[in-house]
């Protein structure tokens, strides 16, 4: 009888001890490597992401919480203020890079202030020679008949290499389609709103249906800069 009872001891032991393991191993997907604007790297778990879609109360993409452990209770709190970027360590088959969040300037002008910009995580999609690309959700108003509610919009934006001290700033497509960067980058404006007219145009609009996302901006960017230096 005693022997049954350590056996059942022993078995319960192994299996609280994998059970453990699995709990641990299941939330991998949390698991990050955060560089702060020191330059420290801090290793854990984030318990209270900055996405949009969990900020009713929050700005979106701004904070988060984090613990050195998943079942850790205690949490640490950090901003788009206090970090550089936000590494997920687990790698996936489409993604052999892994997940890769970055604080940024996003152009955001106001009608006080046409250069305003608000820093906050944005997903990197794509680094090219001359710029790259990335991507965030966020809450967008939408009024109709009915009234006015709020919807889920993915919204991609493009940061250039070139712009010196400035280059932390991420513009979306309609932004760079505009006479904010009329100064920086002369002729842009222009060049962006006919990358979709004509015969390539409709070829290049086909194909960036197809991507579903924004990296036809890197080409759209490099093929400016080769006209510009023609």
């Known amino acids: 009888m005693k022997r049954m009872l350590y056996l059942a001891i022993f078995a319960w032991c192994v299996w609280?001890?994998?059970?453990?393991?699995?709990?641990?191993?299941?939330?991998?997907?949390r698991h990050v490597i955060v560089t702060l604007t020191s330059g420290e790297k801090v290793e854990g778990y984030v318990k209270r992401g900055?996405?949009?879609?969990?900020?009713?109360?929050?700005?979106?993409?701004?904070?988060?919480?984090?613990?050195?452990?998943?079942d850790d209770k205690e949490t640490i709190k950090y901003t788009a203020d206090d970090v550089v970027s936000i590494d997920y360590t687990e790698?996936?088959?489409?993604?052999?890079?892994g997940i890769r969040w970055e604080s940024r300037e996003l152009a955001s002008p106001s009608l006080t202030n046409r250069y305003r910009t608000l820093r906050r995580l944005v997903c990197l999609l794509k680094t090219g020679e001359h710029a790259s690309v990335y991507w965030w959700k966020d809450w967008d108003v939408v009024t109709n008949a009915k009234g006015q509610r709020r919807r889920l919009v993915t919204y991609?934006?493009?940061?250039?290499?070139?712009?010196?001290?400035?280059?932390?700033?991420?513009?979306?497509?309609?932004?760079?389609?505009?006479v904010l960067l009329k100064d920086k980058k002369p002729g842009l404006k222009e060049f962006c709103k006919n990358w979709f007219k004509g015969k390539e145009g409709k070829a290049r609009k086909?194909?960036?249906k197809e991507d579903g996302d924004g990296t036809w901006m890197l080409d759209m960017y490099d093929a400016y800069l080769q006209k510009k230096g023609e």
């Open 16 to 29: 609280s001890g994998d059970a453990t393991a699995q709990k641990t191993k299941d939330q991998e997907y």
């Open 50 to 70: 900055w996405h949009a879609e969990a900020s009713a109360f929050k700005k979106s993409n701004y904070s988060f919480k984090m613990t050195a452990a998943p």
């Open 91 to 97: 790698k996936y088959e489409d993604n052999p890079d």
């Open 156 to 178: 991609y934006g493009i940061r250039f290499h070139d712009e010196g001290e400035e280059g932390e700033i991420v513009y979306t497509p309609l932004l760079v389609n505009s």
């Open 206 to 208: 086909k194909e960036a």
